[in-house]
């Protein structure tokens, strides 16, 4: 360990994501051995009392109240990017120009057009990228992953995926960020359609066509602000319009010939936090709960007979991607050990040379997903993938 | 019970939903009183081997080997279809024109102008009219209904329904009628899609526009039979062409504003017989799965804080609908049951001379709902309720 | 079906097994095939308007107000005894001595020599007996025997076993026959600790030794009668003294090695009819929860490593016993059809001369381990099954 | 967060719990604020190629190869023993006399003499002193006790509870310090029963008296040692005598009238870590599942009519004791945050000059029943925890 070269992080933006983050760069070296290790240098935001307090709390050693002095910097090696979605373009491709390598939160840009140039950028400049779909890294859905790579399932036939979630259903809640397309592009569809989209294309594969709906059932709340977590505070007095999505639900085909169903809201009472999934191959079956992210079902249809049935395996085992670092076998982790995970993943890659997925190529894909479904709320009518136009080119 | 008027019916067909409904009219008395009584009068089947083992078995007093013989007999009352589709309309028909009170199976017919015949057959010769729709008669589905019409749910935003089976995956089941279009009308579609969109029918109300997709997985299939229950017998020798869907999925809106999902498929291994459904609404959610049938899991968001969670709620008691005529509480029910709380109703309308739902209005805007599906797989679409022309009429 | 042979039953009581038992005799032909087949003959009760009504609405042929005179009619072959315990002695052994076939509720006997008798007089008057342990028939309990019977668990280290109700908890539930040792022997003790070490012995042989503790938690109740099901009427005024126990636990070393930890209680708020197992062995393990009757869940050790999980299984195949007579997989089916599994064994043995498990030995060892456990709360310390001295002679 | 005090730590041991601690003493600042902050100060190990390895890879400032040689160090404030259980009582013992506070884990000691011995020391050196029974401190767990405590269960009248493991079935597995009575003291018993019955502790109150019996099913095994987490190798050649249990099940007594049974084994094959309980109150119940900790099932039995249910509490919600500190609701924390909860009690005794429970007073309570458990064994006969002569004096 002693010997494990520093990637030195400067991290723009601090609240939610920021913390997710500073954690995992923390906890990093003490659950796994990396060729390098991540230090954590500087973190930037516009208040400087709070940036202050913040980089205390979380072990920053020093802080920031401009981003751009951050990329300057002589000694970051590495930019990672938790600030709201309009921010990310611009930081990523400045970055990228700086020769940092880039790690970026989801959903990449606010639109194709954004997150190609981002893409083009990290590519020109040679830099290591990744795109921070944490989910992907749960030990449960890395089995799964195993699993559908080593034939398992068979022929994939279907995926059908939810992502729900009830923080918003108060209509006083306020109209945060998160809640202004401006500030984000979409509501729940890039917020949270995009972690099912992407687990559907790194456990399916590409998309091919879909078809989609969208709501906003609140139309109009009081203005506030995000305070940490999924947390927010009102501001006295006036109402602003809520211009994005409250859920969002698509049909989709996939290249492979298989068939996805999905669905994303923030109007689903008692589902906390209810990403889920079922996949359904010529030879089995998964499903997978974030809410019981450890545990994985599994059915396999050469089972003999009888004694067939969805199997619930803990994957906190040796067995299991990842979990090995942790504890014994049932002794369950949790949602930050997703960004543990994938952190390992991205030191293996600035390590090495290479952009470990998902990278800004997936964060493209995914953008052309998210934009496509809005294409087809718009014409009410099935959009190809090849369709979007610009997404011919990566 | 002694005094009850007894109602004689006729059934033609004797198969799984033929054992289905006969065992209901002889467990019925049993378990409630009821103002008329079933008596199994007749059964009809083509063949005379078959229908007389069949009769035999299940109790009926007499047979036919032709439906038309039965709907002569003056000591038959109701009519009760078990056939497959591409026969309900005219026995259904010739039924009411005979002054005889008709249940008929799900779906109500091979297309909506056959359905819209059949509904205007029971209407004008005035007899009592039902379609077997027995999932709405568990008593947790009743009880999700008492849940919602008394406003515990508030405002409905969203519905997501599967039904998920996966009893033909091996490409060797053989070409049974439930896959041949002239037979069936549809694969997945009518047949299993059609109970989760009449749940939501009758649980979140009429459909306002829908768009789908539909596949058949396996093109080809050796030629066969049913031989009971949903099991098959090859025969030898040749392949023949499956022209019917293997899965068909829908987004849709209601004329309420809530949205919907849904997902019927044959192909999903595992789910033997997965037919559930969650609800959100503004003041509370509900999920229900055909294979826990008994549980309903109910959602409260004025539940204390800290206190919330699905409660899973076991509807064997007193409080339940229908639930109180069977066994104490946490001793449960099972299939046959819905349709024994089925013709509880049927012999109350027959009585009081009302149709109960579902009946075949039901089964016509069930049929619009399918068509209407089917027609945006086509036209790859949104179609409009209200464009389904026929439609209007009833 | 026609030529069977007809068992004309004559059934003493009509509440809430007497409900169970009629059922089953009148569905088990619809569903099975036997040799033998039940007539509803006769049912007996002292309240000669109640005992009409119960006739009329479960479909007895006649009723009597005597037992006695039921067991001296001719027409009848088989005796049912569906009475409070403390008259199960007296009936069963003067029906075997008229020489009919005789079927008894659980416990046996309000003691271990009363039981010896029963066994004494069926024995030696060569009739068929059975007592009746319902749970035993479910078919994923039946698929579990069938496992373990396999070797599939290997050698058995572990049962834990709950019987877990809620529905006396009320401190103003009132004194029925069930909470007054006179009539019942005892609470919970015999009336569902019974069923638990029934299924522990089915499944994983004879008992050793026992250590066991009671307990009367609401010592005092209103005077009131049951009602049917679990129900119960209060009787205007006075209180009475609770002489039986709301909860008995005990644990267990069988004669093969394995230890059993079992507890029965009426005071477990929630649990409605929590009958749970879990049975651990080298190669496997099992869980059942009468709640979820249909389910089984399998462990098994020789998985392959990282697919290590226990199995939901829907015992609802043609692969699971008596399930290939009801319907397709996944259709599940409920608490009366262990009783209808139960009498088709009973018909099978009559038919073939031969006592079925579970029988009144079953009933004769089963009231062995129930005096055992009081035995070893007088006596605050173990007790040796061996010990029971009249339990020597069977 | 800059001025906290520092709490200079040294720990004894580095395995598994040694793991577990290091990572809290880490995370704990990150999650929490509290008024004094632990340093990872220095390490003790006997092996020093290993103990060095360790003190790099987990983040001590030093290490040392005797653990005396910590306690004379000036620059450390607290030790913590994470070594076999042979050793706690002698290191405990010094660094109380040092003046040093103290964290052990569990068992506190050998027996109760032992336990009475460092429970004594610490006292008279006034110094600051926990057990780690750190289960008590899953935010579901310390939401129960929060339920408890409001009376929102009303009296208790059972608790049942297991910990069901199985890394030990196989016969290969070596004879590891964990299966020798000279290191342990006991196996199963000491090991998991502890943690069960300190629960009960917890959240039901003290035992009054006990009966149980324990088991070696296993009686000889090779040889071998630990190598972290529950993980071992085989050394070469020899066999030795299992002399200790591998299960333990006990029935219990609580002075508060209550009734507890409770099983602990490691031959529950599928049982990773079962670490469950159930409590039954007059007015409602809870259930806990280590496997899906952050999950706690609650049943009121003042939930309406119809609506009575076990709820589904994921409890990480700021009402949540614990959980407001890490993610929003819905993001699952781990077996880890157990240990960091813990820590943050320690802090604040330390810091405000108390001894937080479970403190060495509760280890030797916890260590009275385990060796009431034992005598009951012995005796074959129910012991009274006021009979543990040497526990009338704490």
Redesign the interface.
């Known amino acids: 360990?002693?010997v494990a070269k520093k990637i030195r992080v400067g991290m723009v933006g601090y609240r939610?994501m920021g913390k997710?983050h500073?954690?995992a760069y923390?906890?990093l070296p003490?659950y796994f051995d990396t060729e390098v290790e991540p230090v954590l240098q500087a973190v930037a935001g516009r208040n400087e009392v709070e940036v202050k307090v913040a980089a205390?709390?979380?072990?920053w050693a020093s802080y920031e109240t401009d981003w751009k002095r951050l990329i300057e910097r002589k000694d970051i090696d590495l930019i990672d990017i938790v600030t709201p979605n309009n921010t990310h373009a611009e930081i990523a491709i400045a970055a990228a120009e700086a020769g940092k390598h880039v790690i970026c939160e989801k959903p990449l840009a606010m639109n194709l057009e954004q997150a190609q140039r981002m893409l083009h950028a990290v590519r020109k400049n040679n830099v290591v990228h990744m795109i921070c779909h944490n989910y992907r890294f749960a030990p449960a859905v890395q089995?799964a992953k195993k699993l559908i790579q080593e034939g398992r399932l068979g022929k994939i036939?279907?995926i059908?995926a939810?992502y729900?979630?009830?923080?918003i259903?108060d209509p006083n809640f306020p109209l945060v960020w998160r809640l202004r397309k401006e500030v984000t592009g979409s509501g729940t569809h890039g917020d949270i359609a995009a972690h099912i989209l992407d687990l559907a294309r790194f456990l399916v594969g590409e998309f091919d066509e879909v078809?989609?709906?969208m709501?906003t059932?609140i139309k109009e709340r009081p203005i506030g602000e995000m305070t940490g977590?999924?947390?927010a505070k009102l501001e006295a007095g006036s109402k602003g319009k809520v211009d994005v999505d409250d859920?969002s639900?698509?049909?989709a085909?996939f290249k492979s010939g298989a068939?996805g169903?999905f669905?994303a809201?923030r109007?689903?009472?008692?589902?906390?936090?209810?990403n889920r999934f079922?996949i359904?191959?010529?030879?089995?079956?998964i499903r997978w709960d974030?809410?019981?992210?450890?545990n994985l079902q599994?059915?396999?249809?050469d089972?003999e007979?009888?004694?067939?049935?969805?199997?619930?395996?803990?994957c906190?085992?040796e067995?299991?991607p990842f979990a090995g670092a942790?504890?014994?076998?049932?002794?369950?982790?949790?949602?930050?050990?997703t960004f543990i995970n994938l952190m390992k993943e991205l030191m293996n890659g600035i390590s090495r040379g290479y952009s470990p997925n998902p990278n800004f190529e997936d964060g493209v894909r995914n953008q052309a997903v998210l934009e496509a479904v809005e294409k087809s709320v718009e014409?009410?009518?099935?959009v190809k993938l090849e369709q979007m136009s610009l997404a011919k080119n990566y």
């Open positions: 360990m002693g939610f997710a500073s954690h923390r906890d003490f205390d709390k979380m072990g089995f036939y279907h059908r939810t729900l979630q009830d923080w259903m078809v989609g709906m709501e059932f977590g999924l947390n859920t639900a698509f049909l085909r068939l169903v669905e809201t109007f689903a009472g008692g589902n906390r936090n209810g079922e359904n191959g010529e030879k089995g079956s974030l809410e019981n992210m450890n599994v059915y396999l249809a089972d007979p009888g004694l067939q049935g969805f199997r619930t395996i803990n906190t085992e067995h299991h942790y504890w014994p076998a049932g002794h369950i982790i949790g949602y930050e050990h014409t009410r009518s099935w």
